[in-house]
């Protein structure tokens, strides 16, 4: 039975391949673990609900991309219809760190920046001996790249990933009632049972300024 939800958020997951987001995405809804999963061929979904205020819920609507280059068409399509992105490098190879830029711009070159909340996640922390990305190096990315904030998890071990996902979700829903987010495309700013509604006009209250 659906659940009675106040607003619905759309949120995409990018990274390279390989660095772990269809294992993020698994922990964060189902609770577990598969050392052997493969990327998704093409797009994987998923739904999470969470409630922050009393008696506010929210449903999240979760997109896992495959970073293959053959699929970049596809993710985009999913770009366009979420608030929010998770952007995954994998803590034990450097050069997906160096490609979290190329990964914003492109993003950023198909999304108004206004209208995308970003969270940085170094994953694969439980691989201590292989770190080649320092907090403070991925902490000075975030900030350049003006994202919401820098968190270091593990799926294997379970580690601050539901915190990386409600951060995110924490931050979107702050700017969202603060009006600093614009209502499109019926994502969000939904009221309990209201039906999806496309193109949705910007309101007064929250207009894009970008």
Known sequence: ME???N?????VILGDSFVGKSSLLKRYTDGTFDESSQSPLGIDFKVRFLEFDPGVLIKLLLWDTAGQERFRSIAKSYMR????????FDLSQRHTFERVRDWHKEVTEYVKPCMMVFMLVGHKSD?????EVSREEAEGLAKEL???GYTEA???E??????????LTREIYRLF?????PVRNGWYGLTVGAPLRLEEPLTQRSRCSC
């Not at 009632?177 to 987010?181: D, E, H, L, N, R």
């Open 146 to 148: 003006h994202m919401a």
């Open 154 to 156: 593990s799926a294997k």
């Open 3 to 5: 659940l009675s939800w």
């Open 7 to 11: 607003f619905r958020f759309g949120v």
């Open 127 to 131: 691989l201590q001996e292989n770190i």
């Open 158 to 167: 379970n580690l601050n990933v539901d915190l990386a996902f409600e951060n």
């Open 81 to 88: 219809n979420s608030v929010g992105c998770l952007l995954v």
């Open 177 to 181: 009632m603060a009006g600093k987010i």
